[in-house]
């Protein structure tokens, strides 16, 4: 049995539509937060050649966009109560 190009399309909005439904949650963008919580350069952490600007730079961007998903995980819960 083969599969025909009609059945990967329907798995691929299948996945699509899955992927989607999940992201409109809160819990899902909280969890995204703390990836890039995760992100930010720590204590002892391997730096390689980053000066100390590019690493407080990088750090200051993971920060601000934990804060936004957080906001945007905050409003979708808003709108589900």
Avoid: K, N, Y
Wanted: some cysteine; glycine content about 4%.
């Amino acid at each position: 049995m083969s599969i025909t190009a009609l059945d990967i399309a329907d798995a691929v909005a299948l996945r699509c539509l899955a992927d989607s439904l999940h992201q409109a949650t809160g819990i899902w963008w909280e969890r995204r937060a703390e990836s890039f919580d995760w992100a930010a350069s720590r204590p002892g952490d391997f730096t390689g050649r980053a000066t100390a600007e590019e690493i407080a730079f990088r750090d200051a961007r993971c920060r601000d966009a934990a804060r936004l998903c957080r906001e945007h995980a905050r409003l979708l819960q808003e709108v589900a109560a």
